[in-house]
Antibody, heavy 121, light 106 residues
């Protein structure tokens, strides 16, 4: 079955760190770019970060640049998001999304169910 | 940064109606635009990419058009399953979504 399964979300205090994971199955993982997209409660979609098939090209939204780090392990069919210096405004459902192309710029043709990150003291 | 503006924010329509949603980019994005449908509690679903290409498995009542800075998503005959929120996304420069258009029952 073609799917993406996120994990690692939870309740964390402001200023702390969290690492999200996404495990892919059912497609050739290293043929595609991968992304993280988030959605704050009751709000719209916000692209967070993307990584090309070979990790050669990486991009971040201005809102997370310098605090979040995206990475992938093609041998494990896995995508990661290391989130440091978390803020209340980072509270959201974080989706893992498969890019439609190998390059980091593209649309998203497969989404996971998301993992909830809540930043609160 | 490229800003994406959708209109309207909310749209009330009846089953069978023809529905059009507009998305405007703050600068030209060529045809690098996608449309998504999201239902409550669910992940978004890709409908259209490259402005007018229909994703596999998406009903043909959905269509997209436009280039440059102005784009439209059209649902030719609204079905009960189509009541949802729709987002446009530019991918000319990394990625940014519009604020969404909620299609609700009239």
């Amino acid at each position: 079955e073609v799917q993406l399964v996120e994990s690692g979300g939870g309740l964390v205090q402001p200023g702390r760190s969290l690492r999200l994971s996404c495990e892919a199955s059912g497609f050739t993982f290293d043929d595609y770019a991968m992304h993280w997209v988030r959605q704050a409660p009751g709000k719209g979609l916000e692209w967070v970060s993307g990584i090309s098939w070979n990790s050669g090209s990486i991009g971040y939204a201005d809102s997370v640049k310098g605090r979040f780090t995206i990475s992938r392990d093609n041998a494990k069919n896995s995508l990661y998001l290391q989130m440091n210096s978390l803020r209340a405004e980072d509270t959201a459902l974080y989706y893992c999304a498969k890019g439609g192309l190998v390059v980091v710029i593209g649309y998203f043709d497969l989404w996971g169910r998301g993992t909830l990150v809540t930043v609160s003291s | 940064d490229i800003q994406m503006t959708q209109s309207p924010s909310t749209l009330s329509a009846s089953v069978g109606d023809r529905v059009t949603i507009t998305c405007r980019a703050s600068q030209s994005i060529s045809s690098w635009l996608a449309w998504y449908q999201q239902k409550p509690g669910k992940a978004p679903k890709l409908l259209i990419y490259e402005a007018s290409s229909l994703e596999s498995g998406v009903p043909s009542r959905f269509s997209g058009s436009g280039s440059g800075t102005e784009f439209t998503l059209t649902i030719s005959s609204l079905q009960p399953d189509d009541f949802a929120t729709y987002y446009c996304q530019q991918y000319n420069t990394y990625s940014r979504f519009g604020q969404g258009t909620k299609v609700e029952i009239k």
